[in-house]
């Protein structure tokens, strides 16, 4: 005889509506245990934002500006040393006299700029031995090189230097001319340095078939610029663009321009687009915050806090050598941040001559607050912030070594002329320019296409959203900012 099996499954019939084993609804295991069952569990329908705010930009919001451009390149010029100075200037056999320069070159032109006449110092920075002169003569040397032949003011000779020292400093202070004679044999032309860097652009698209984006799921997504709901695309689109902006600024500060020896120059042609002969799409890259600062920059390796200030005391003093720009911003991992907590702790330690002794009249009231976000010393104004870029594990944090602990971005400005506006700004050594024109603004572009979402461009039945930038960064003073490194 036959027998008819339910297509639905077993029936287990219970006396009393309660939770039991056959019928709990368990999605950690799978299989049956689904909302096909009959009884419905507790369900937090909210997703838990456990990673808190997972975006990571905002860094060049607060330390820079966005500046459009309309060509491939952006070209601009720095200014060099004021002052006539040498570094590795060598003093020839004893009583000589004669000192040889080794001089820099632009554009296989020969630079001097001592001439006869000339008052100078020159030191030894291993032993702190000044001694002052005047040029007498001034004759080309071998190569790339300048002899230069000057008399103590004071001794014989400039022996007391070091005899062969390859080591001196040489700088020109003034002049000494006699009565009735003519101005000096030559006039100093300032050298032009110029830099550059290239724009990059930056895609990202997110696609979705009609059928997903009408079905309503049960979980209420939630994300960092409001989006909610319960349609699970909507959260696939916020994620995309989300992670599109950080790519934007992320792009600012990792871009490395490609090296001629490097391996995407030599193989431009296995990645989609980049052919020989493609012309202004030939493997180049964009140089970003830390290539610039490596290049053009300071860079301080193996800070610690732990020692005091003394290490901090070294960036001080080269940056006296450089623009002595009074305020700074310190941006930092955590590690880097709680060394400088560190430092400033042992200095403002609470006791009888301390700098903290007696602040806020000791009240017992005030929470311990182990933390600093500001300090000044000497004639420098510093803010210290965590910088979440460099802690997030997603990105540079989370590894037992990180080659970049930090950076100080100087509080500098130039001013310039825009074209757009017709009128002066003030622009910060650290901005970002993107292409626009009248034609076209390529800042953030957002456009959908297909059949879905409002869109009616092609018989696809989807939705696609597409984003593109195309911009780099301009690192202008570079010599202004500190790269920490491990």
């Known amino acids: 005889m036959g027998q008819i099996a339910p297509v639905f ?8 509506q309660q939770t039991l084993a056959n019928n709990y609804l368990n999605f950690a295991q799978g299989g049956a245990n689904d909302f096909a069952q009959q009884y419905l569990p507790e369900i937090y329908e909210q997703e838990v934002e456990r990673y808190g705010n997972r975006t990571l930009n905002g860094f060049l919001r607060m330390v820079g500006a966005e500046m459009p451009m309309t060509s491939d390149q952006v070209v601009w010029s720095e200014q060099n040393r004021l002052h006539i100075s040498y570094n590795n200037v060598n003093l020839t056999g004893p009583g000589a006299g004669t000192f040889v320069l080794n001089l820099p070159t632009n554009g296989g032109t020969i630079q ?3 001439a006869p006449n000339d008052t100078i110092v020159v030191m030894n920075p291993l032993t702190g031995i000044t001694i002052k002169g005047i040029v007498g003569a001034v004759a080309a040397g071998a190569g790339t090189t300048t002899n230069v032949t000057a008399y103590p ?19 020109v202070y003034g002049s000494l001319f006699a009565k009735g004679t003519t101005s000096g044999a030559f006039s100093v032309q300032p050298q032009f340095t110029q830099f550059n860097n290239q724009p990059i652009i930056i895609k990202d698209r997110y696609q979705i078939n009609g059928s997903d984006m009408a079905q309503i799921g ?46 995407f120059t030599a193989n431009g042609a296995a990645v989609p687009g980049f052919t020989a002969a493609a012309g202004a799409s030939v493997a180049h890259g964009t140089q970003g915050l830390f290539q610039a600062i490596t290049t053009r920059g300071n860079v301080m390796t193996g800070y610690s806090g732990g020692t005091g200030i003394s290490d901090f005391d070294q960036v001080l003093k080269n940056l006296d050598t450089q623009g002595a720009i009074e305020e700074n911003m310190l941006f930092l991992n955590r590690s880097m941040d709680l060394d400088f907590d560190d430092m400033l702790g042992q200095i ?12 806020f009249e000791n009240s017992e009231d005030m929470a311990l607050n182990l933390g600093f976000s500001g300090f000044r010393r000497g004639s420098y104004d510093f803010y210290k912030t965590s910088w979440k870029y460099l802690n997030d594990a997603s990105t540079r944090g989370a590894v037992a070594v990180n080659n970049i602990d930090g950076v100080l971005i100087p509080a500098g400005t130039s001013t310039v002329y825009d074209q757009i506006l017709g009128t002066n700004i003030r622009r910060p050594f650290l901005h970002v320019r993107y292409r626009a024109s009248q034609a076209d603004d390529r800042r953030y572009k957002n456009w959908i296409t297909g059949t879905a979402g409002g869109a009616y461009t092609s018989e696809l039945d989807s939705m696609i959203v597409n984003w593109l930038s195309e911009r780099c960064l301009v690192t202008q003073a570079a010599n202004n900012f500190v790269l920490f490194q491990a």
Do not use: C, H
Not at 9 to 16: E, T
Not at 224 to 244: A, I, N, P, Q, V
Not at 248 to 261: F, H, Q, R, T
């Open 348 to 359: 403002s330690a609470g006791f009888a001559g301390g700098v903290a002794y007696g602040i």
């Open 218 to 263: 049960w979980v209420e997504v939630a994300t960092e610029d409001g989006t909610s709901g319960y349609l699970w695309y909507l959260k696939s689109e916020s994620e995309t663009r989300l992670r599109f902006d950080d790519y934007l600024e992320m792009a600012m500060i990792e871009g490395e321009l490609a090296a001629a020896g490097g391996g």
């Open 112 to 114: 001097n700029a001592v």
């Open 9 to 16: 499954g077993a029936v287990i019939p219970s006396q009393a």
């Open 153 to 171: 003011f004071t001794l014989a000779n400039w022996d007391t230097l070091g005899i062969a020292n390859a080591g001196l400093k040489l700088f």
